[in-house]
């Protein structure tokens, strides 16, 4: 019997779906262990083949758990409301749900080909309203929740409402917006409805206040930070600008100390938990407030350099700060208005990174310094955004290099507060650095300095010690139609939750997916679609984001209708062990979801603090291109001639990307290149040694450059156990690397070469019951240990290589014994489950499957070495080897070599001098 992987593949996938192979134990003693991918959103485009590596990676570390004795959850579903769905439906009129069926649909089954063991049944998508209920339920918590900084935790609004009946705002310590009021109990209790709750909505951690956002016009829908590159929508590329809205947000910077110290407790690759340090962006230093006169009020600035006050010569506000129309003179109106303008035009991200343009406008308005009561000039500048501190900054030109170059190019004052060498001294721990020069800090270190000035500020009332974060709060409503319906309907200008009674709120129909003319969102086309058939609804969706911020939860209970988790699933699988995912939402996806975790937490949902333990970024697989090359005339247009690549020095051409599915071991088959494109119907070709040989480079894997290699191909002529064997012997997981289809063929021979192990010549099912021989035995316990150590340190491709080397030893020891073939295709079983299942069934194992047999212990006796096969060299040229005993001393040794057969035959009846012996080493004969 042939290998068949078509049959046999397809033979246990049926048998996986149909028997439920891979639901974890609801009650068991076995000790547990949660794999999760970080799940896709079904595209249109389906699957190629750098995609399922990271799937691969987690599967293999599942099936080899199960064989280790745990009880593994390794579910799947998919993000499945987004832009793109809504995109098409404007273009074509079709709903978005009717494309992302046909997509996710495509999707199950490519998944499904490559032999996953995810439990199916838990399958959830966040577009359906029995998920997205539970989606909006936890906004209803976000909304009834405030961040208590005394107890260091959220808390539900009743305990504040509590506080204000008894004390009022007297002794609140809450994260809350800036405008809070101060107020008795019975001045809270004189309020009315209303009036409470617009001063409840500043506490809540789902809030509705006016922020800047990413707007794109071309998309109607504000876009986040990472959906916008060099200011323009990443989907589309439509101008995307600064733009002032009515946005639900989430207080996610109450979060921002616990959600640093999180990162010292997972156990996550440190580039990611870098880049969600900085991120956070925590600082510690002094909020000083430089007085306006002429506004009655000070503008306050954070700053982690407080002993460089004396040095201020200026200020710079975000050209969207509240107080710019207020300050700006009527002499400097129409440059303010200009730059705000053009400003409006660049994305956050591009301000953030633009380090080099020097440009700002000067307001016409003045401060005072908070100590020296010097006229300080106010300016506005596009590095300095309006959600990031305060909105403004003090510039220092003798301490900053931006500040010194921001200076120099408006002729602005450059203030000597000391001597450079003794400002980076003096701030420096090391160093004995004195402030000369400095006034009030003259002759202090930097330790001395800042709470010496930070103490004169708080007696002048002019500032305090603060530390404060890079981070800020989530921007939470999308003007889109594809997405979850905001709970929440509003009475006199105030929202207010709809009933839990009531979830889920479904999407309404509407006629376009389309903001309405007016401006509105698209669920602003919903015919009577009103809460109660009177108040108006939010016409804003849910970001992409809220959906997959806590679907591992779901994942433990999928079918639970009374709640978002049951106590008892939460109980047992507790949080992600393992989570596989790209590198691209370090800090998205990977900070929201921490944040839902800790408030559900916090509320008393779960116990976990952090939602994965565990978590790598596995590489892109890369695509490999081939080049054709077109032969130009003397006037530089393309003929219709194409030159193989080794001869395209002697013409003038032009590479062209060439579909690589036509191109084999990059040779191109020239009859279908013609046959596919009309225009290339006459091609004639300039060949080498017959053949035409195209070019290659290694990029991006992308349509356009129709290097997209599609599973389905892969599958259907090596079968699913090579592409998975393969995608694993690229290289290492976590590294960037190319697809070349032409390696492929090496792995499908070592899975038909496994195969003869079972087999005879006539290709009969033979395998003996005899007794291994010691060689064999010690090939099996090499494979045992190297994979198990492998598959700890997901060192997934070096396994693959001594899979090959394991098999190739056995092959040549003419092995087929049960013992030793049994316990190797459990041990292969991660990688390649279809053949191992079916190499398991022939064996004669009990009916059902091999994904829950036990890895094989490791025996260290067996690789133990009793013999060495020393390398025997005649006046130092090696001529033979000889297997002899570790255990034997020299004479023995010179007995047995210098009675061996071969050696005589090289000694040549040549008298012996004398034989240099190393144990364990060399054998030298000298003649």
């Known amino acids: 019997m042939e290998y068949n992987h078509q049959s046999l593949e397809k033979k246990w996938q049926k048998f996986w779906a149909e028997n439920g192979t891979f639901k974890p134990s609801e009650t068991t003693e076995k000790p547990k262990y949660y794999v999760l991918d970080m799940f896709p959103y079904p595209s249109g485009a389906g699957l190629h083949v750098g995609h399922p590596l990271g799937y691969i990676a987690s599967d293999i570390f599942s099936r080899y758990k199960r064989l280790k004795g745990f009880n593994v959850l390794h579910p799947m579903g998919y993000d499945s409301f987004g832009l793109p769905a809504e995109q098409y ?29 995810y439990d199916w049944s838990r399958e959830v998508r966040t577009s359906e309203p029995l998920y997205y209920k539970w989606t909006q339920w936890i906004f209803m918590q976000l909304f009834n929740a405030w961040y208590n900084q005394e107890n260091d935790k959220a808390e539900s609004m009743d305990t504040l409402v509590d506080h204000f009946n008894r004390l009022g705002s007297h002794g609140v310590k809450a994260v809350a917006d800036d405008d809070v009021r101060v107020f008795t109990a019975e001045e809270w209790k004189s309020f009315d409805y209303e009036e409470q709750q617009r001063e409840l909505l500043k506490y809540r951690l789902a809030y509705l206040r006016e922020s800047t956002v990413n707007w794109c016009a071309a998309l109607g829908t504000v876009l986040a930070n990472d959906e916008v590159i060099n ?43 870098e880049m969600q340090r900085n991120w956070i962006g925590k600082s510690v230093g002094a909020l000083v407030k430089f007085p306006v006169p002429q506004m009655g009020s000070e503008i306050e600035v954070f700053t982690t ?31 303010i208005t200009a730059y705000k303008e053009k400003t409006a035009k660049k994305s956050e991200l591009d301000r953030m990174a633009d380090t080099k343009t020097v440009s700002g406008a000067f307001t016409g308005s003045y401060a005072k310094h908070p100590l020296t009561g010097n006229d300080v000039q106010i300016w506005i500048a596009d590095y300095v955004l309006a959600g990031y501190g305060t909105g403004a900054v003090m510039a220092v030109p003798s301490g900053d290099q931006r500040d010194y170059v921001f200076a120099k190019h408006f002729e602005l004052p450059i203030i000597p507060i000391s001597d450079t060498q003794h400002i980076e001294e003096a701030a420096d721990p090391n160093k004995e650095g004195r402030y000369i020069n400095s006034d009030f800090i003259n002759g202090m270190n930097y330790q001395e300095a800042v709470p010496a000035l930070t103490q004169k500020l708080e007696e002048l009332g002019l500032g305090k010690a603060k530390v404060n974060y890079r981070m800020r709060d989530a921007i939470f409503g999308r003007q889109r139609y594809w997405g979850e319906p905001v709970p929440v309907y509003f009475k006199n200008g105030l929202p207010y939750l709809i009933e839990e009674s009531e979830l889920p709120l479904l999407l309404p129909e509407v006629d376009k997916y389309l903001p309405t003319e007016t401006g509105e969102p698209p669920l602003g086309r919903a015919e009577n679609w009103k809460y109660k058939g009177e108040y108006e609804y ?29 106590e008892e699933a939460v109980s047992y699988w507790k949080s992600v062990d393992l989570y596989i995912g790209g590198s691209e939402h370090a800090t998205g996806h990977l900070l929201y979801a921490r944040f839902w975790n800790k408030v559900l937490k916090d509320l008393g949902f779960h116990n976990e603090e952090e939602p994965f333990k565990k978590l790598i970024n596995q590489g892109m697989i890369q ?33 062209l990307h060439v579909d690589v599915n036509i191109v084999y071991n990059d040779v191109l088959d020239t009859e279908k290149f013609k046959a596919s494109r009309p225009d290339f119907a006459e091609a004639e070709f300039i060949l080498e040694n017959d053949r035409y040989v195209c070019g290659t480079e290694v990029e991006k894997m992308s349509k356009s450059k129709f290097n997209v290699v599609n599973p389905d191909d892969i599958i259907e002529t090596y079968g699913a156990d090579t592409l998975r064997l393969y995608e694993m012997f690229l290289g290492p997981l976590e590294q960037s690397k190319p697809w070349n289809t032409n390696g492929i063929e090496g792995v499908h021979k070592f899975l038909r070469k496994l195969w003869r192990l079972f087999h005879d010549a006539d290709g009969n099912f033979n395998v003996s019951d005899n007794e291994p021989t010691k060689a064999e035995f010690k090939a099996l316990h090499k494979i045992i240990k190297k994979v198990e150590e492998d598959v700890e340190r997901f060192s997934f491709n070096t396994s693959v290589s001594a899979f090959m080397i394991c098999v190739n030893e056995l092959t040549d020891l003419k092995c087929n014994k049960r013992k030793i ?27 059902g ?79």
């Open 89 to 117: 439906a404007i273009q074509t009129g079709q709903h978005p749900a009717v494309t992302t069926e046909v997509n996710i649909n495509r999707y199950r089954e490519q998944l499904d080909n490559i032999g996953f063991s």
């Open 231 to 273: 200011g323009v929508s990443e989907r589309g590329g439509y101008p995307v600008e600064q733009k002032k809205m009515m946005q639900w947000s989430m207080r996610i910077t109450a979060y921002a100390d616990r959600l640093l110290k999180g990162l010292n407790t997972i156990d996550w690759p440190e580039p990611l938990v």
């Open 305 to 335: 350099r407080v002993d460089t006050i004396y040095g201020v010569s200026f200020l710079v506000l975000a050209p969207e700060h509240d107080w710019v129309d207020v300050l700006t003179t009527e002499e400097q109106r129409a440059a």
């Open 538 to 566: 939010e016409l804003s969706t849910m970001p992409g984001w809220a959906g997959s911020s806590w679907y591992w939860f779901r994942y433990m209970d999928p079918s639970n209708a009374d709640d978002f988790v049951s």
């Open 623 to 655: 695509g490999r291109s081939n080049f054709v090359y077109r032969v130009l005339d003397t006037d530089g247009k393309g003929t219709n001639t194409f030159v193989s690549h080794g001869l395209k020095e002697l013409y003038n051409t032009i590479p």
């Open 821 to 847: 073939l049994q316990d190797l295709i459990i041990v292969l079983e991660p990688y390649a489950p279809h053949v191992t299942e079916e190499l398991w069934a022939l064996l004669g194992n009990p009916a």
């Open 849 to 927: 499957t091999i994904s829950y047999a036990s890895y094989p212990a490791f025996d260290p006796s067996y690789l133990v070495e009793s013999e060495f096969a020393y390398p025997v060299s005649i006046n130092g040229k090696m001529k033979m080897n000889l297997a002899l005993a570790l255990d034997l001393d020299q004479e023995a040794i010179e007995k047995i070599v210098l009675s061996n057969d071969d050696v005589l035959r090289f000694l040549d009846n040549k008298p012996v001098k004398k034989m240099i012996f190393v144990k364990g080493k060399i054998i030298n004969i000298v003649v």
